[in-house]
């Protein structure tokens, strides 16, 4: 069992996208489809990351003229990944940023939170997690999940760590006893790296032990608002969560790794010669 693992090579010859259509979707889907272009910002485009951590693309807060331009600088970061390494050898793994978790919170949720919002949850997540390992650094992280906010996408998930992990195993980047990581070394590059399942399950805990934390908080802070608003427990329950909103956070390491064909802003790095799988 698992997501995406067969299909086709087929090229577009060209890309035609009308961004009026947006207007005619709900905005919670428009939303939802904006943690992809997060991703390709923190990939390959500090300032596209830094305009979505001002104002929610999902809104009237961008003219047409401005989305119909970060759009073909999507479809632009994306043509030139797919261009240099069609059959996901090396490169395109990158594109991959934010899926590994994200596919296990998607699949945890049974599939009732959308790809993107799945997708942006597993940026903040893996971001948090490689901060505490030291493979970014804080104001990485703390970028990532910004933008993320900023977009109104979650930057954390309450599904149980796990499952999360049970699902993550099924991930096409499985390679028997490892996975295929994406790390945010910082934005603008990143870095492949393959880690035993262990390590794996030790970035998910990372982030669970924050999960624990913010479970306490919540529950502290609710007996606290609960003493002062007696008779009212859905006020002091719905005040505990905002109070417990999520932290930002991000990072990256440089030490053996080596640039792979970067791409204009996009720099990516592989950490081990093997973890493509095959020639970049």
Not at 54 to 75: G, K, Y
Not at 124 to 144: H, L, V
Not at 210 to 239: F, H, I, S, W, Y
Not at 246 to 256: K, Q, S, T
Request: hydrophobic fraction near 45%; aromatic fraction near 4%.
């Amino acid at each position: 069992h698992g997501k995406n693992l067969c299909g086709f090579f087929w090229q577009p010859s060209a890309v035609v996208a009308d961004v009026a259509c947006l207007r005619t979707i709900e905005p919670a889907l428009f939303r939802d489809s904006v943690g992809e272009v997060v991703k390709h910002a923190i990939l390959a485009d500090p300032g596209m990351l830094g305009l979505l951590s001002q104002r929610p693309l999902a809104s009237e807060a961008f003219t047409e003229d401005e989305v119909a331009r970060i759009v073909a600088e999507n479809v632009r970061i994306k043509r030139d990944v797919v261009d240099a390494d069609e059959r996901e050898h090396g490169l395109r793994q990158t594109l991959n940023l934010g899926h590994t978790i994200g596919h296990g919170i998607e699949a945890a949720s049974d599939f009732l939170l959308g790809h993107g919002s799945s997708v942006a949850a597993g940026l903040c997540c893996m971001a948090r997690a490689c901060a505490k390992k030291g493979w970014c650094e804080p104001s990485t992280r703390d970028a990532i999940v910004a933008a993320v906010a900023a977009q109104g996408l979650p930057t954390d998930t309450d599904q149980p760590h796990e499952l999360i992990f049970d699902y993550m195993t099924h991930d096409k980047k499985r390679h028997g006893d490892a996975m295929n990581i994406v790390v945010p070394a910082r934005i603008g590059a990143v870095e492949v790296r393959r880690v035993t399942l262990a390590e794996l399950r030790e970035l998910v805990e990372l982030d669970a032990v924050r999960q624990g934390e913010r479970a306490r908080a919540r529950a502290n802070k609710t007996a606290q608002m609960g003493a002062g608003l007696k008779g009212k427990p859905e006020v002091a329950r719905d005040a505990a969560d905002i109070g417990a909103l999520a932290h930002v956070e991000v990072g990256f390491p440089d030490e053996g790794a080596r640039v792979v064909a970067p791409l204009d802003a996009h720099e990516a790095r592989l950490v081990d010669g093997d973890a493509a799988g095959g020639e970049l």
